[in-house]
């Protein structure tokens, strides 16, 4: 069974930083793409970054470029997403999702309806 537990939310202030970690289960890691969706409230879910099928190919959405990375543990089954500069509107609820089937590209990647497993996600709050 495919699972994906996300854990690291909390509570910043806007300029400081959070690690967001997901940890995978039930599948070969890194034969699988991951990415990371958040969703704000009254707002639609919206991908954040993502990592292609072999975990070296990383995405990003234009809102977090140079100040959100994503990277890959492969002895851990964990993706992790290092989130610095952080500003207010990055206040949202972060999911981590996975798919069996599909290959990411620099199109799509961050199009919820692909990803058929989620994990439950975790609360990021940057105050002011």
């Known amino acids: 069974e495919v699972q994906l537990q996300a854990s690291g939310g909390g509570l910043a202030q806007a300029g400081g930083s959070l690690r967001l970690s997901c940890t995978a289960s039930?599948?070969?890691?890194?034969?699988?793409?991951i990415a990371w969706f958040r969703q704000a409230p009254g707002k639609e879910r919206e991908g954040v970054s993502a990592?292609?099928?072999?975990?070296?190919?990383?995405y990003y959405a234009d809102s977090v470029k140079g100040r959100f990375t994503m990277s890959s543990d492969k002895t851990k089954n964990t993706v992790y997403l290092q989130m610095n500069s952080l500003k207010t509107e990055d206040t949202a609820v972060y999911y981590c999702?996975?798919?069996?089937?599909?290959?990411?590209?620099?199109?799509?990647?961050?199009?919820?309806?692909?990803?058929?497993?989620w994990g439950r996600g975790t609360q990021v709050t940057v105050s002011s």
């Open positions: 039930g599948f070969t890691f890194d034969s699988y793409p």
């Open positions: 999702a996975t798919d069996s089937k599909i290959t990411l590209g620099d199109v799509g990647w961050d199009y919820d309806i692909w990803y058929q497993y």
């Open positions: 990592v292609r099928r072999g975990h070296i190919k990383t």
